[in-house]
């Protein structure tokens, strides 16, 4: 099957500064890539979702100038999380949707913990 | 907006038997995806199985399989003869054609000895 990469797996940083999380497609082009957040025993909440070459769509309170996405190529897609606070902290999951592909392949996710 | 329902929260099962996850979705559309993620504790995202809307034939993949009613808007997953590493996290998703992905809230599966 095919393979998404995340990295970080795991990244903490203090208060105020910002984080980049990269997210990519291995041995696929990805069209569209899709952004999601996780909070302990809860289900994926859709952030944004990202074609390449476009700006991003996020979704209904997802705050885009804090949260951007760059989606500069078909095989990676960037988040970073601009001035973070503790608030969030929380478990960040990457995907890929190939044209080749009628499903979304994930990435393994990244733990964000904003001391 | 289309909406995924699982109403089991838990469930548990013994070792070798089978157990049956539900979920229900509401959607205008007549094409659509449907799918079964695994979430273990590792929290990769693991696909279990998945049915195109316009196939009648239920998907089956080894001990798993689906039992698809279109017209009730129902999906649910039967697991087959339950292995420990069954134990996990269940998600229930629906996917548009315009390539929208609606999570359910999630089963947590245990497996019992």
């Known amino acids: 099957g095919a393979v998404v990469s995340q990295h970080p797996s795991w990244v903490i940083c203090k208060s105020g500064t910002s984080v980049k999380i990269e997210c990519r497609s291995l041995d696929f082009q990805a069209t569209t890539m899709f952004w999601y957040r996780q909070f302990p025993k809860q289900s994926l909440m859709l952030m944004a979702t990202s074609n390449e070459g476009s700006k991003a769509t996020y979704e209904q309170g997802v705050e885009k100038d804090k949260f951007l996405i760059n989606h500069a190529s078909l095989t990676l897609s960037t988040l970073t999380v601009t001035s973070a606070h503790p608030e969030d902290s929380s478990f960040y999951i990457c995907?890929?949707?190939?044209?080749?592909?009628?499903?979304?392949?994930f990435g393994p996710g990244t733990r964000l913990t904003v001391l | 907006a289309q909406t995924v329902t699982q109403s089991q929260p838990e469930m548990s099962v013994q070792e070798a038997e089978t157990v049956t996850l539900s979920c229900t979705y509401d959607t205008s559309e007549s094409d659509y995806y449907l799918f079964w993620y695994k979430q273990p504790p590792s929290r990769q995202m693991i696909l279990v199985i998945r049915?195109?809307?316009?196939?009648?034939q239920n998907a089956t993949e080894n001990r798993f399989s689906v039992n698809f009613q279109k017209a009730a808007k129902s999906f649910s997953l039967k697991i087959s003869d339950s292995q420990l590493g069954d134990a996990a996290m269940y998600f229930c998703a629906y996917r548009t054609t315009g390539n929208q992905f609606y999570f359910g809230t999630g089963t947590s599966l245990t497996v019992i000895p």
């Open positions: 995907s890929a949707l190939g044209t080749a592909y009628n499903e979304q392949f």
């Open positions: 049915q195109e809307a316009y196939k009648q």
